[in-house]
């Protein structure tokens, strides 16, 4: 096992560098550049220095090597357009408001999906199964950014119970991005555990603890549960990852200060070591965030295991 997860850690290594690598380039293709405007109309010798200061001066390769060098160091380096803002300070006060949010969306949309999908099994062919496929069709085909703006306009405009967009940053503020970000999941939740607990009910073992007379409850915990998540846990991977970056529509429509709304702005200024910054962060997340899926598929299943290389 430590092993296994030793290989995986260096693999993570090798692919954020790789990504980071083809974020710098692509970066570094789009026309312009993040001082071409800000430094225009200053004198030629202070244009020259703030082009020295982040290096757009050298050859992209020079630029390149400075890039890596600092990234194993560590360092994510300063915004390009917000002279003294660092990277690094920037994401740690942003990714606390996108991660609120966004914690608070994932566990939402995964336990109330779990509930329904159980449910809806449970009720085949009945009106809590109707209802529950109903709430996910729903989801699946409205998108997130409609269904904050109908969020918006039923409980602020028409009813005024909540705040339209970000203010103080407490929990009122936080309720509708939340919403809007765990409807979908709410609803991709419910159709793969309605899926997977209709498959695992008809197996073997199950219709023997039936036979014995197990009570329901205690089938859907110890009998169906553990097997039926599996589905789940995969999808709850990306989800995970994308936590602290949440929905870069769902912090615009709401004006959210966080990771999202942050990362469109780097990429409309050209911010490049903000760009880059960002994208190192996020695919570390992502990645870290699968080798979390395989722990948990280990937990749920004690029959999956690691060895010869084979899951």
């Known amino acids: 096992m430590l092993k296994y997860y030793g290989k995986r850690i260096l693999l993570v290594i090798l692919t954020v560098f790789v990504v980071a690598s083809i974020t710098f380039f692509l970066v570094h293709l789009i026309p312009g550049d993040p001082l071409d405007v800000a430094a225009r ?10 082009y020295a200061k982040y290096g757009l001066d050298l050859p992209l390769y020079q630029q390149y090597g400075l890039f890596v060098k600092n990234l194993a160091h560590g360092d994510l380096g300063d915004s390009m357009v917000n002279a003294g803002r660092s990277v690094g300070d920037t994401i740690k006060r942003a990714a606390p ?15 109330v999906g779990l509930t329904l999908g159980i449910i809806a099994a449970f009720n ?9 496929m109903i709430l996910a069709i729903l989801g699946v085909s409205i998108p997130s950014f409609v269904m904050a703006a109908l969020l918006q306009y039923f409980l602020t405009v028409k009813i005024q119970i909540l705040p339209t967009t970000w203010t103080s940053g407490g929990f009122r503020d936080t309720i509708l991005p939340t919403l809007a970000l765990c409807f979908g999941s709410i609803a991709t939740y419910a159709r793969y555990m ?7 009910t008809g197996q073997d073992y199950v219709l023997t603890a039936k036979s014995k007379g197990v009570s329901s409850f205690a ?6 549960l553990r097997n039926a998540i599996l589905p789940a846990i995969t999808i709850l991977g990306p989800q995970l990852a994308g936590i ?34 960002q994208t190192v962060v996020f695919t570390t997340m992502l990645i870290f965030s699968y080798l979390l899926v395989d722990i948990l598929y280990g937990l749920a299943d004690p029959r999956i295991r690691v060895s010869g290389g084979k899951r």
């Open 219 to 224: 089938m859907v915990i110890k009998h169906i």
């Open 97 to 111: 408001i996108s991660g609120r949010i966004g914690i608070q969306a994932v566990f939402l949309g995964f336990f």
């Open 194 to 200: 309605r899926s997977s607990v209709l498959e695992i």
């Open 244 to 277: 602290f970056v949440g929905s870069f529509v769902i912090e615009t429509i709401f004006s959210i200060p966080g990771f999202g709304q942050i990362y469109t702005m780097s990429i409309q200024n050209k911010d490049y070591s903000m760009v880059m910054g």
């Open 41 to 50: 109309k200053l004198p030629d010798q202070i244009r020259a220095n703030f």
């Open 124 to 132: 085949r062919n009945r009106w809590p199964d109707y209802i529950v």
